[in-house]
Every structure is written in C-alpha cells, then in structure tokens.
C-alpha cells in the first residue's frame, strides 16, 4: 500500500520526496520474506525511485547505493540499469 501511495503523492519538495521513498525502503526492509507462490515485487521498484529521488536531489552516491541494492534484488530491472548509468555519467 506504500508503495502506491507514494507513486501516487505529488510534490516538488526533494526533502519530501527523498523522505517518502526512504518510509517505503524502510518498510520493505522490515517486512517478512514472501512465501513460496505469494506475491513478491516492488521492493526493487521502491530503491530505484528512492535511488532516483536522490539523484534528483545531487545525493550521487547514496542514489547509487539504492539503485545497486535494486539491482541486487532484480538484475534484470532495466529502468534500474539506466539509472545507475546516470548516477555514474553525473558522477564524472
């Protein structure tokens, strides 16, 4: 439900931004491992745009510590790899 609703938020604000998306990290570190055949995704989806807000935000090494972590969870999670190609392109 988190996760929707912080898709769902509208604001400008990047301190609101950044903390909102850390509520819905945070939420998805203290939950309960899924269960065989149970539904299991956004977590992934929650650290990039954590990642992202950060970024936004000129956090350039904490986005990509989200971001990695995402990738860590879903390596295939292609919205994931452009970012951390951002992250490293600003980085420069």
Request: hydrophobic share 50%.
């Amino acid at each position: 439900m988190m996760l929707i609703a912080a898709l769902c938020a509208r604001t400008s604000d990047s301190v609101d931004v950044i903390s909102r998306w850390r509520k819905v990290v945070h939420a998805f570190e203290a939950a309960p491992v899924a269960r065989a055949g149970a539904p299991d995704w956004g977590q992934a989806e929650a650290l990039t745009l954590f990642g992202e807000a950060l970024l936004k935000d000129g956090k350039n090494v904490a986005a990509r510590d989200a971001i990695e972590q995402a990738l860590v969870i879903a390596p295939d999670y292609e919205t994931a790899k452009s970012l951390l190609q951002a992250v490293a392109t600003q980085s420069r």
